[in-house]
């Protein structure tokens, strides 16, 4: 960022068409860094839990659960809040910093010293000095938060990509080395600081951001105003992930929490090439588009039908193919983490609720996605404590049955901040619903059809089943969004051939 700039270079570039083009051909990109990383992620995560214990991702977890709640204290909304601004100054990057960098070391050193009582109160001792190695964790995300909301408000999202596959890339190396080295459960600790560490100096050099001793109280007031919303829901959820991890280790125990934690990366792996290229997108569009109604109602409407369009083919197919992928992706030590595999991977066609904060940052409707998350989360624990009784299983089964309530009334209440009918949300997943409902029972078919076949064989085989079975049937019900897509495709990898082939060899 120059001295000179007020507002983000580009930000009203080319009109709406312009904002979409840019848009799709970053939404490329994010794709792009997402397959590579969780590419790599998969083969890393394949020989982590070959040489680390259910119980070591159990406790990993356990420790991990409080680093967001810091980082949202760090964060205040800001983030959002420059996000939506029309043109931030200069004061408005240097107040965000250091009161973002300040509050994180201060929560982080906290964090630090008050780790033991932390463990003892969540029932896991060892999960202690674990989250002692975390705390830095909260400080660099932190110190990286106005350089990466620079280049998201420019939409350099290649400049992401490429920064984001650099820092998964060695953080994974390091896990790996870590681990062969016999550091057990502190792998993955240097795998989240050496992620961090890196995306944050790779953030920096390349927004060219420099802080200056800059701060005006009234822009935070401002701040802290919008983002006070975001900071109360954020905490409410991530304060209800902690609630489920204390239910799950207390009556279950550690190791219980770990194998429900490796599938729920599987899951996360997946659902994120797709979600994070959302969030990147959207909340920006969003706030540039929300005058008009009628663009809003559209922009989100595709966005809506794209994201449902590619996750429900990868979670049948997960599903189906949970009793080949986890033993052939784990080992056979991990199978108890197959039947809550299956459910998870439905589960989280119903937890898509990214595009909906994205929407509700974007209009400055952050009240509402509050009560929402504050009614979700509440659902959601309560549906935990009881099925809890019921062992791992009953866990997960009860999490499906919370997430589809408060997703049918998530889609009436996002209805009418489009000032459409909930049913017309409600239509569009039905499009997605019928080929991915088919691909499924053709998928565990294949499945159990193949019982006695090599993993690899059986993965293959119903993975070809799904894509089979799902494509022409989605052609045929979303006409619409499969254009939306093909046209997507062929845009965002033309932009990138031509930047390629304009490049000097």
Not at 149 to 171: C, D, H, K, N, Y
Request: proline share 4%; aromatic share 10%.
């Amino acid at each position: 960022m120059t001295d000179e700039s007020t507002h983000s270079p580009g930000a009203g570039e080319g009109g709406s068409g312009g904002l979409a083009r840019t848009a799709a051909a970053g939404a490329f990109w994010s794709i792009a860094q997402n397959l590579l990383t969780r590419v790599t992620a998969f083969v890393t995560v394949l020989i982590l839990a070959r040489l680390l214990s259910p119980s070591d991702f159990g406790i990993v977890t356990i420790a991990a659960t409080l680093i967001p709640i810091l980082q949202v204290l760090a964060d205040l909304g800001i983030t959002m809040y420059v996000l939506q601004h029309p043109s931030p100054t200069r004061i408005v990057y240097h107040t965000y910093f250091w009161v973002s960098s300040s509050i994180a070391l201060i929560g982080g050193c906290a964090l630090f010293f008050a780790a033991p009582l932390f463990a003892q109160l969540l029932g896991e001792p060892n999960a202690g000095p674990v989250m002692q190695g975390l705390a830095p964790a909260a400080l660099l995300v932190s110190l990286g938060a106005v350089p990466q909301t620079i280049l998201r408000r420019e939409l350099r999202f290649q400049a992401i990509a490429v920064q984001g596959a650099i820092a998964a890339l060695v953080s994974q190396g390091v896990a790996i080395a870590a681990a062969l080295s016999g550091l057990g459960v502190w792998s993955l600790v240097l795998q989240t600081l050496t992620l961090q560490f890196i995306a944050t100096l790779l953030a920096w050099i390349a927004a060219r951001y420099r802080p200056s001793f800059q701060f005006s109280w009234s822009e935070l007031t401002k701040m802290v105003r919008f983002g006070g919303h975001y900071v109360v829901s954020t905490g409410i959820q991530t304060a209800a992930q902690l609630l489920i991890n204390f239910i799950i280790t207390a009556t279950l125990g550690v190791t219980a929490l770990g194998y429900l934690n490796i599938v729920q990366r599987l899951v996360r792996v997946v659902t994120d090439v797709v979600l994070s290229v959302i969030l990147q997108v959207s909340t920006v569009a969003f706030a540039r588009i929300r005058e008009s109604v009628e663009r809003l109602r559209s922009g989100y409407l595709r966005s809506y039908s794209t994201m449902y369009a590619l996750l429900v083919p990868l979670m049948v197919f997960i599903a189906a193919s949970a009793p080949h992928l986890v033993p052939f992706m784990y080992g056979n030590q991990w199978n108890a983490s197959i039947a809550p595999g299956e459910i998870l991977a439905f589960t989280a066609v119903f937890l898509l609720d990214s595009l909906d904060h994205a929407l509700y940052a974007g209009i400055g409707r952050p009240r509402l996605w509050t009560l929402y998350a504050l009614y979700s989360s509440m659902m959601l624990v309560a549906a935990i404590w009881i099925g809890s009784n019921e062992g791992l299983h009953g866990v997960v089964v009860a999490g499906l049955v919370a997430n589809i309530v408060v997703t049918f009334i998530r889609w009436f209440i996002t209805a009418r901040q489009l000032r459409t009918n909930g049913w017309a949300l409600i239509g569009r997943f039905v499009q997605v619903a019928i080929p991915g409902s088919a691909a499924g029972g053709a998928g565990y078919l294949v499945a159990w059809l193949t019982a006695g076949f090599p993993d690899l064989v059986g993965i293959l085989l119903v993975g070809v089943t799904v894509v089979a079975v799902y494509v022409p049937i989605f052609r045929f019900t979303a006409r619409d969004t499969w254009v939306e897509l093909e046209g997507l495709v062929r845009h965002g990898a033309g932009r990138i051939f031509r930047r390629g082939a304009a490049t000097p060899g």
